[in-house]
């Protein structure tokens, strides 16, 4: 088994919303705000080889909408999804599986590209995952989440044949070295992938744990729909963390790939950060 970080470039949101009732002298500590308030994050995936397939685990934001949608998420940095894969020696023809942890807009938009006038799997030699739980979660999304759920992200990939549904089913194997978790606090039945790899446990957090900024039990997002069960997740998902020895992946987080966890008199925190390659 190989593992590659694919970093998709740069996107900014607001501070606020991104640690919620956690006041910004706080958090402006560890990701400063610029003159709007608006703090960089990453759109980092993860390639996986494992077994004679290539899994492509989230896709980063896309680039098939239009300027006036762009222009909210100040997209920056050098990296592509096509840049990286390239990289580390790939083509999107090669990927088999494309792995979605949930299908808001900064995490499924690579998905799928616009060719002339059409919408189209970006992965034409792929199998797309996601779970039925969260599928139709997705595309009957409540008022305050629809924003995130974007039709023209997610729909196509239905049309093609290419989607399949993973069993909501904490702990099922998606590979001999991939096993799925559950978690359903930022939104219902969101996926994180935990891989063996080198005699290693990496668990590729998503949105449970955007960034090393957030690993205090109450720096919960906005965002989340069930900010008390994100609480109530993060606290035994971080334990268990702690306990099994688990790398987290991060994939927000703009400095920062690789972390593990410690317990300390102050609580759950940081013990190291590093990159994937150094493991």
Known sequence: MKLHTIDTGFF?????????????????RTNPADENNLCTWAMRCLLVEDEGRLILIDTGIGNKQDERFFSHYYLHGDASLDSSLAKSGFHRDDITDVFLTHLHFDHVGGAVVREGDKLAPAFKNATYWSNEQHWEWAVNPNEREKASFLKENILPIQESGQLKFIPAEDGFKFTDNISIKFAYGHTDAMMLPLINYKGH?????ADLLPSVGHIPLPYVMAYDMFPLKTLREKKLFLTEAIEKRYILYLEHDPVNECCTLHQTEKGIRLKETFNLKEI
């Open 12 to 28: 900014k949101l607001d501070g606020g919303a991104m640690f919620g009732v956690v006041p910004k002298t706080i958090w402006n």
């Open 201 to 205: 446990s990496v668990l590729y957090m």
